[in-house]
């Protein structure tokens, strides 16, 4: 039984460039999302994923980052003209539909980014 | 609105003692749910335990239990014969249990240290 897997763990890149992160989630489970979490802080919700489609974004989702889960499958992240303020660790997140115990949200190890 | 808040930015406790990591919240919503994560160092969150809104009982899971006071609106997470391994982050989140959104609000965290 695996569990959320995200890649790359670590990402360094200067500030301008486009990046992107990949989100696997638990086999089966229909919802994916994925949060922001700066050091020092709890992470933040960015979006949410059910099957392919995009249901809810935060206002933190400014018009440089942009997700997409096409296949209801995987999910990546992209962030174009990153700039110092998004370095954070970016967790993913999914839950099965409709379960019980309030939908637990079970999280992968997280990507890591530096933005120089 | 949602919001959690943990006012224990540090704690100790001694090898096989008990601890107790604060958590209070703030909602209008009736139906909500209330989870504990622990975050080692490497970064993964990982679910420990969960309190529905309208639960009777307060919930436990092996050495974790939840001090749920709805009065109050805490929930308290306890720890039991503390181990080196519970070293990490903990964080509190809930999040409203009707349809429509199912994004995580999370307090600021607790770091708790397991002394030998």
């Known amino acids: 039984d695996t569990g959320v897997s995200q890649n790359p763990r670590h990402k360094i890149t200067k500030r301008g460039q486009n990046v992107t992160f990949r989100c696997d989630p638990i086999s089966e489970h229909n919802r994916l999302y994925w949060y922001r979490q700066t050091l020092g802080q709890g992470p933040e919700f960015l979006t949410y994923f059910q099957n392919e489609a995009q249901l809810e974004k935060s206002r933190l989702l400014s018009d440089r980052f942009s997700a997409e889960r096409p296949k209801g499958s995987f999910s990546t992240l992209e962030i174009q003209r990153t700039e110092q303020g998004d370095s954070a660790m970016y967790l993913c997140a999914s839950s099965p539909n409709g379960a019980g115990a309030g939908d637990t949200q079970y999280f992968g190890p997280g990507t890591r980014l530096t933005v120089l | 609105a949602q919001k959690i808040t943990q006012t224990q930015p540090g704690m100790f406790v001694q090898e096989k003692e008990a601890v107790t990591l604060d958590c209070t919240y703030d909602t209008s919503d009736p139906s909500y749910g209330l989870f504990w994560y622990k975050q080692p160092s490497s970064g993964e969150m990982i679910f420990l335990i969960y309190?529905?809104?309208?639960?009777?009982q307060n919930a436990t899971e092996g050495r974790y239990s939840l001090n749920f006071q709805k009065a109050r609106k805490s929930a308290n997470l306890v720890i039991s014969a503390s181990q080196l391994g519970d070293s990490a982050m903990y964080f509190c989140a809930m999040r409203y249990l009707g349809a429509g959104s199912y994004q995580l609000t999370f307090g600021k965290g607790t770091k708790l240290s397991v002394i030998p």
């Open positions: 309190q529905g809104s309208y639960d009777q």
